[in-house]
């Protein structure tokens, strides 16, 4: 069945320096959505990409989608303590209504 | 409501017992996810419901776990002679009419341990 890879499955880094993590597919994706879980709390959707080569920013965050839709990344420029949390990619799976989850990448700052 | 809401948020129980969670969506959203997030884990899916029908119940991990959903509304997951493997953050997720291209919501969650 369908499968989104992400890596590195945890990064530790010193706030100030920058953060990538990557999400792969073994299918085309028709879009992917990325998701923030802090700790303790619950997934909280960031951004959706629909085009091939798109970027989006926001603020220190950069999300791209490749050219052939199965791979995507999500970049942090300067983290900041309050970036800490896991961070999840999903595409559709097989079906209309399900999106497949990669296994997110856990991000944790030294202050 | 203002968003997705679970309840209880956190459940202690002994094995072997029934315990059930309850979800209640964003208002007018047709489609409602279960997912099941064990310590450090990605999300599992479980079921999904269109409505009150659950056209996906692939997730469900055995037969002891059910679901349903009522009034196109609230929803609640209920597991049967819970096992310590059972232990994990069942979280629920609604959209507006399901499409995979939409946003789900998610609920805080019910952090279930199993004794």
């Known amino acids: 069945g369908q499968q989104v890879m992400q890596i590195p499955q945890y990064q530790h880094v010193q706030e100030g320096e920058d953060f990538t993590t990557y999400c792969n597919s073994s299918?085309?994706?028709?879009?992917i959505q990325w998701y923030k879980q802090r700790p303790g709390g619950h997934p909280v959707f960031l951004i959706q990409?629909?085009?091939?080569?798109e970027v989006k920013k926001q603020k220190r965050l950069t999300f791209q989608f490749g050219e052939a839709k199965k791979n995507s990344s999500l970049h942090i420029t300067a983290t900041q303590t309050t970036d800490v949390g896991t961070y999840f990619c999903?595409?559709?799976?097989?079906?209309?209504?399900?999106?497949?989850f990669g296994s997110g990448t856990r991000l944790l700052v030294r202050p | 409501g203002a968003g997705v809401s679970q309840s209880p948020s956190n459940k202690v129980t002994e094995k072997g017992k029934d315990v059930e969670l309850r979800c209640d969506p964003i208002s007018g959203h047709t489609a409602l996810y279960w997912y099941r997030q064990s310590l450090g884990q990605g999300l599992e899916f479980l079921i999904y419901?269109?409505?009150?029908?659950?056209?996906?119940k692939s997730g469900l991990p055995s037969d002891r776990f059910s679901a349903e959903r009522t009034g196109g509304s609230v929803s609640t997951l209920t597991i049967q002679r819970t096992q310590q493997e059972d232990s994990a953050v069942y979280l629920c997720a609604s959209s507006p009419t399901g499409i995979a291209f939409e946003t789900q919501y998610f609920g805080p969650g019910t952090r279930l341990l199993v004794l």
């Open positions: 419901f269109q409505g009150n029908s659950a056209p996906d």
């Open positions: 299918t085309t994706l028709s879009n």
């Open positions: 999903a595409g559709p799976g097989d079906s209309s209504y399900k999106l497949i």
């Open positions: 990409l629909v085009k091939s080569g």
